[in-house]
């Protein structure tokens, strides 16, 4: 959607292919964003006090809606950011998922769990457990504008938080719709709420002492909020940008690999953190492969409801621009497309090769339909050149032996890596999601996003008179003593 201020400072959401007005929302101030924040504080004890099943029943039943009411999130999905209706229904789906998994297994991982006390606590019952962090708050982005957020809003939710959202300007009627959808569910109190508007609506959240902020967007922006929570010590959670290499292998299938791939560069038109813009393959089937990607990127239809949509954000549109023409002025050459494939809102498919590593369209990110394929020698040399830039977000690997896909996987700087396929990861809900580098920290999904939203509480309990004491002033040189006997027993030897 293009999103604009009015004179009475209305947030307007319109289509971004047609320019089509949708809705308008408000452009919440501080104010607005510290009393939302503070009605969560509210709610957020009695939604602690439900307990993981109090909580589960109802998440369970916001779930059911969301199912039940599929097609009219994928419809907003796509008036909004103007992606195809399959594919905001198919990010319905695996965000659907995400949030019966995390209700579902809550209590397993952040319930209390007893851990062995060792030989010099033996007389101490020890538990941990992990309890919420209050209030979370979660910066959306406009790309999958309910599959990302629900990473954190979801697990949030089931670690027993209450959450206020703030969705991207390009895409407010969609955190509206499952803030309300969310309401339907938990009528109580609001423990799910969403503040629209700008960018000093996402500061003014960083700064209105929430417990935890997760955040995804660019790198850019990524450092505006973490300078932000700073000023409060607000922990922060950050998923930014991302430049995915992926790497075929000369033995891998060919077929597999340049659908898998062209898909994961062209997917949402290209605006996806872990979209393959990077291609490294090994020469004996490098010309093979740049043959295949061809003829697929040449066959996708472009259109508001065609397979690929329109640029969202208008203002990337002049950077997919600058970085297919730099890679050109730089030696590159385009199999398919090239500026002229910029006619916005569309970009058109565009595939480049002989591009140079230090260029802009591979260095940095695009966030558009384009892809580079650059020939290597080895599949060492493959893994250095995809560990060469600052991002470390996904990955692929394509290759027949397991062993050799297995081995280029764990050497990939990178929070996650797909064998024979593109973007696996994110439909696993039991998988951490995450980067390292400029892609950012934390993890969402999985156990590790269910604690990334929660502080570990360590609890001993005596059960009886210890054999030494060593914590008390009544303790004498004996106790010291037989403390170092029980030390050089358990790590003396060896």
């Known amino acids: 959607m293009t999103a604009t201020v009015t004179d009475q400072d209305v947030l307007e959401s319109r289509s971004p292919a047609t320019g089509e007005l949708l809705a308008t929302y408000p452009v919440d101030d501080a104010t607005a964003v510290q009393a939302a924040v503070e009605r969560a504080r509210e709610a957020a004890g009695w939604w602690r006090d439900l307990g993981f099943d109090g909580r589960k029943s109802r998440l369970q039943a916001w779930k059911h809606t969301l199912v039940r009411r599929i097609d009219e999130l994928a419809g907003l999905m796509h008036d909004e950011t103007g992606k195809p209706l399959d594919d905001a229904r198919l990010e319905a789906v695996v965000a659907i998922d995400h949030l019966g998994w995390a209700a579902k297994h809550a209590a397993k991982v952040l319930g209390p769990r007893r851990v062995p006390s060792g030989l010099i606590g033996i007389n101490l019952a020890a538990s941990v457990e992990y309890q919420p962090v209050g209030v979370v708050g979660v910066i959306g982005p406009w790309n999958y504008p309910i599959l990302t957020p629900m990473g954190s809003i979801a697990y949030a939710l089931a670690a027993g938080n209450s959450v206020v959202f703030k969705p991207s300007e390009h895409s407010p009627g969609v955190g509206v719709w499952l803030a309300d959808t969310f309401a339907e569910a938990v009528p109580e109190l609001p423990v799910f709420q969403v503040v629209t508007g700008f960018g000093a609506t996402g500061a003014a959240l960083c700064q209105a002492g929430v417990g935890k902020l997760g955040f995804t967007g660019s790198t850019a922006t990524a450092k505006k909020v973490m300078a932000a929570c700073a000023e409060t010590l607000t922990p922060v959670l950050i998923e930014a940008g991302g430049k995915d290499a992926a790497i075929v292998a000369a033995d891998a299938d060919l077929d597999v690999a340049a659908d898998a791939i062209t898909f994961g560069a062209m997917g949402n038109a290209g605006q996806t953190c872990v979209g393959i813009e990077r291609a490294y393959v090994e020469s004996a089937v490098f010309d093979s492969f740049v043959e295949k990607v061809k003829v697929i990127a040449e066959g996708i239809q472009i259109g508001t409801d065609e397979q690929l949509g329109p640029i969202t954000m208008p203002s990337q549109v002049p950077i997919i621009q600058r970085h297919i023409e730099d890679a050109l002025a ?104 995450g980067g390292t580098g400029d892609s950012g920290f934390g993890r969402i999904h999985g156990p590790d996003g269910l604690k990334e939203f929660t502080r570990p509480k360590a609890v001993t309990r005596h059960r009886f008179k210890a054999p030494t004491r060593p914590l008390t002033f009544t303790r004498t040189t004996k106790d010291v003593v037989n403390t170092l006997k029980l030390l050089r027993i358990l790590h003396g030897k060896g």
């Open 330 to 433: 730089n030696g590159g050459r385009a199999v398919v497309g090239g500026p002229e494939s910029v006619r916005a809102p569309y970009v058109h498919p565009v595939v480049l090769v002989d591009v140079p590593e230090d260029s802009e369209a591979v260095r940095e990110e695009t966030f558009g339909p384009t892809l580079t394929i650059t020939r290597v020698d080895s599949l060492d040399e493959a893994v250095r050149l995809a560990n060469g830039g600052k991002y470390g977000l996904g990955s692929a690997i394509f290759s027949r032996s397991r062993k050799t896909a297995m081995d280029v996987a764990r050497r990939l700087r990178t929070g996650m890596t797909s064998i024979n396929g593109v973007q696996s990861f994110a439909m696993v809900p039991s998988l951490p999601f």
